[in-house]
């Protein structure tokens, strides 16, 4: 376990709520920050170090609002970035619909339809650990769409 970046934390209680701009969590294992906007998840893969961590083991760490807005910046540009080398194979934005749910669609930004397509051939390939990246940058990235196709 590495040094942890700020000295005090708050646990995450099992009925933690998000802040409306996300909350900052760090991996207890390589203290890693993410930005995340809601807590309705038992566990997430850190993009850090690839431990799967429970949601009661992250830190809540208290930053300065300096602190906080250098985390908010480098997560920004770095959040939409799409995991595993993904190529964006839409130019104009996707309507996709729930093919569980008739009724249910919405419309996806190229490089969110690339991710969606991912999710969905690795659920096919039973690549599950790729299916749960692509479902945690949809969490981050495109909420309403989450929750609309893939909750
Ligand atoms: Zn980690």
Known sequence: MKQSKCSLYQKITKYKKAGKN????????????????????HALVCPGCKATIEKTDYLLPKLSSDQEAKVRATHEAERRKLPKGLKILDKEPVKVKNPYMPGKWVVLQPDAAAVYDWIKGSEVLEQYEDVQIGLHWFRINEPEAYMILLD
């Open 22 to 41: 996300g909350t900052i969590i760090e991996c207890p294992e390589c203290t890693h920050q993410e930005i995340i906007y809601h807590f309705s998840w």
